[in-house]
């Protein structure tokens, strides 16, 4: 893994005690990172289409666009739709396939030295491990991210993370496949995060990432038609911060491997809630449609609170919320 040299010692001065820098680096699991602060999949593309408008290593990591088995055209236009305080998205996975990706943006994504995190999905078990098996003997990769928020086809449509026998089967399946650090993509429409979460560590993920877009729909009245084109999408955004904040702490008490929150990120403070409730690291999304730089500008953004909190760093937060 990648080593970052310590940061220098604060110096004595008069007055208040600040530090003099702070200490972003992180760890998910075996996985060093510059900070804690990762582009989400869906959001940034493979990552090179941003590199003219943004410090790619200024990031932790960037978690790549979802690769499938075979290249995918994706949901029908238009494909996004705002609405207070978010979006309703239905992009329908459309991706160039992963031996496209390992062969057109891998090269140039390894001139980073940011952690490329590879996120898989298939609708079998099957595509899942074609997929994992073609990124194995790929170079560059620092972890992958399985999404097992999509629908099953051979189990009859039910999403695997919304069962943990299910959960169990993909992910001990693809742990068995995988040299690399494993983790999970939960959906947030369960009974129970908890017992997800516990199936997926059980089976051998490494971390979880907490959590995927809320079933949603956005509605034309004059027409009876829905603005998509799909029926249905996902939102994120800010509004789903507090719920998803929620789910990060309850997972957080029955878990011991790290979660990597994923919900509304937009500013410093918002970081530093989800590594209050639980999280060592986390994605930020949709904050980039109204920003590309929205990732690098947290980095910078999350330094400076620290500073302003007389903190060290953010890590020492982890888990730290009091119980009322």
Known sequence: MVYFPPVSSPKTVSGPQRPAGVDLRTKVGTLSLRNPIIAASGTFGY?????HLVDLNALGGIVVKGLSAEPMAGAPAPR????????????????IGVRAFIAEKLPQLRQFRTAIIANVFGHSVAEYI???????DAEGIAAYELNISCPNVQKGGIEYSTDPALTTEVVGAVRKASSRPLW???SPVVGSIGLIAKAAESAGADALVIANTYP??????????SRLGSTTGGLSGAAIKPITVRLVYEANRVIRIPIVGLGGIESAPDVAEYVVAGA???EVGTAHFADPRASEKLVKGLEK???????????GLRGSLQAS
Do not use: Y
Request: hydrophobic residues 45%; contains cysteine.
């Open 47 to 51: 990552g090179v289409e941003f590199a």
């Open 80 to 95: 996004m739709c705002e609405t207070a305080s978010g979006i309703v998205n239905a992009i329908g996975l459309q991706n």
């Open 130 to 136: 074609e997929v994992i098996r073609a990124l194995e």
């Open 184 to 186: 999970v993509k939960l």
């Open 216 to 225: 949603a729909m956005c509605l034309d009245v004059h027409n009876h038609r």
């Open 280 to 282: 060592t690291a986390v």
């Open 305 to 315: 609170w620290c500073r302003d909190q007389n903190l060290p760093g953010i890590s």
